[in-house]
């Protein structure tokens, strides 16, 4: 009976023996990892678990040959410039110990430095997390951290502690032997035990991969883009940096003056999100499984895996993520967005539908060569009608595949634009225009997308605010920084005068055809007054003109004060289709 062979050894440490080979950087992680992602919550658990003797789990390690491809623990340098050991499962785990025990700062999802600060209270052995109250009271120690930085023995930080308590009150000997019990156990810590698996250098970086794949699919779920990501950090390390270096910048405010810089008012993209953009627009594939087996060199012909077609593919996805990352492509594409009346966030109802807008954007300009002029009102229109739409909010890469797939055969610009236009007549009908629509407006949710539409609508066609001599694309520009936003959604028939009048259910009241964008001093002095009343006292500061055009952009029935609500809100949900379809339209 033959022996089973095993890719891996065990490895016994205790904490302390695993902190001084991270201080050494003899522990690192590849970078198949993900950032450093628990809460402090999370972290204050698992220092409790172990303080009560529980098990936390074992790590996994990979034996390390190469000098690519590692993130060090932590943000200091590390004596060792080349890990001998990776870790490929326990990441969060080990970081938020070596943070802890060695007061270092983390890099999080955001990739912004970050401290851990745990506190402990002696006298029952609670773990916290620090905040104000707790730093003000001498029961606790606010940062655990600190008990390991200042090089004092534990004699010494039991006495110094027990005599800090008793400024406050007196301390039988009883409390004493447990305090100082406590605190024994919180220092022994160090000494905690860890069974490490470490897989032998022998093991390629596919197999490590597709081991990392395999134990975290059983636990948090890994996407497809995550195993993409996966493939980049083994086969083309820049490429997954350069992902990660974009999205990190795209948080970061520039100041006049600076280097360009793919920060902008509408999204701060992940690396995953960046990825799918490449792929979609390199391979013309709105689902990555089928891109996954297709980096990974699968013959679709024999199923085979091969070194030379993984190679060919990996420069496909080069070529089109360096236009991804191109900033010129990247802003001209925002300005696209603006120029169909969109400014900000707070507008974008799907990142999907501006991410999958970016690839047909790359597609038009680097592909098909389609003038700017003209690409920018294409894409602008595709944008607000794949938003307005949800286009991918139900079944994204079915629906994003169906559309690439259309363009397979597509030869020029003229064809490209042809296909995107036949797509949107298709369903932007007039029984959408003029059923579906109003229909939909038939809604309370504060992020419809119809409702980021008619805003959109309002600002292309140059709307005046509602009872202001101001207009709407003067008050929702994403520069302006103020304590209170400029404009304020408001109820046009107030809630405490529609409760008064029988209507409490909260939909009914929060309709979407019952809310106006008004300058916050008006919506304070408009307050719950009857619009019966309101209105013809703020009708006498405009002109008939004024007034008309006011009422007409902001979908207002003539005499609305007048009617009932239920049919105040009826004939203002057409009024705002309308007013949306008419800013669509400036856009053809």
Request: charged letters at 25%; one cysteine or more; aromatic letters at 12%.
């Amino acid at each position: 009976m033959s022996e089973l062979k095993t890719c891996f050894k065990r490895v016994d440490y205790d904490l302390d023996g695993l902190l001084h080979f991270i201080d050494l950087g003899d522990i690192a992680l590849p970078d198949i990892q993900r950032p450093f992602v628990w809460s402090n919550a999370k972290v204050r658990d698992l220092f409790d678990s172990m303080y009560r003797g529980f098990p936390v789990g074992y790590f996994l390690f990979w034996e390390n040959t190469n000098e690519t491809g590692v993130k060090q623990i932590g943000v200091g340098t590390k004596q060792h410039n080349t890990a001998a050991r990776l870790i490929v499962d326990g990441q969060q785990r080990l970081t938020s110990l070596y943070a802890v025990f060695r007061g270092q700062k983390v890099l999080d999802a955001d990739y912004k430095e970050r401290q851990i600060e745990i506190s402990f209270r002696p006298r029952d052995g609670k773990f916290d997390v620090a905040d104000a109250a707790i730093r003000r009271d001498p029961e606790w120690i606010p940062n655990i951290s600190e008990l390991w930085a200042n090089g004092k023995s534990s004699y010494t930080l039991v006495k110094e502690f027990l005599a800090k308590v008793r400024e406050k009150s007196e301390l039988s000997d009883e409390e004493e032997e447990v305090i100082a019990h406590n605190l024994d156990r919180l220092f022994d810590l160090r000494k905690y035990p860890f069974t490490a698996l470490e897989i032998a250098a022998s093991v390629d970086e596919e197999q490590v991969a597709d081991i990392f794949v395999r134990i975290n699919s059983e636990g948090v779920k890994l996407n497809q883009a995550d195993f993409i990501l996966t493939l980049l950090s083994v086969f083309w390390e820049d490429g997954r940096r350069e992902l990660e270096t974009f999205s990190r910048a795209s948080r970061n405010v520039v100041s006049s003056g600076s280097q360009a810089s793919p920060f902008n008012h509408f999204i701060q993209p992940d690396p995953d999100q960046l990825l799918r953009v490449a792929v979609a627009f390199g391979f013309g594939r709105g689902r990555l499984k089928s891109v996954y087996q297709i980096l990974r060199g699968k013959d679709p012909e024999t199923g085979l895996y091969t070194a030379e077609r993984r190679n060919e593919q990996f420069d496909v996805l080069k070529v089109a993520q360096e236009s991804v990352l191109n900033l010129t492509n990247w802003h001209q594409f925002l300005s696209a967005l603006i120029g169909a009346g969109f400014r900000s966030r707070e507008m974008i109802s799907s990142n999907n539908a501006l991410l999958f807008s970016y690839a047909f954007y790359l597609m038009g300009r680097v592909r098909y060569q389609v003038p700017e002029h003209v690409l920018q009102k294409a894409i602008g229109r595709w944008f607000f009608a794949s938003s307005l739409t949800g286009r991918y909010t139900s079944s994204p890469e079915t629906i994003l595949d169906a559309d690439l797939a259309r363009f397979r055969s597509i030869k020029d610009g003229d064809a490209f634009l042809a296909v995107l236009e036949n797509i949107l007549s298709s369903e932007l009908t007039n029984d959408f225009w003029e059923i579906t629509l109003p229909a939909s407006l038939d809604s309370s949710s504060a992020r419809n997308p119809e409702l980021f539409a008619y805003v959109a609508a309002q600002n292309k066609l140059g709307a005046p605010v509602l009872f202001s001599h101001k207009t709407v694309p003067d008050l929702i520009d994403p520069a302006i920084q103020s304590k209170k936003k400029a404009l304020e959604r408001h109820h046009l028939f107030p809630r405490a005068f529609l409760e008064r009048n029988g209507v409490a259910e909260r939909r009914m009241i929060n309709q979407m055809a019952n809310y106006a964008l008004l300058e916050w001093p008006d919506n304070l002095e408009i307050s719950d007054d009857n619009p019966k009343d309101y209105v013809p006292a703020v009708a006498e500061r405009f002109t008939d003109t004024e007034w008309k055009l006011m009422r007409e952009m902001h979908a207002l029935p003539d005499g609305w004060e007048n009617l009932t609500y239920d049919e105040f809100l009826e004939q203002r949900r057409k009024l705002m289709a309308s007013i949306i379809r008419r800013g669509y339209e400036k856009l053809l």
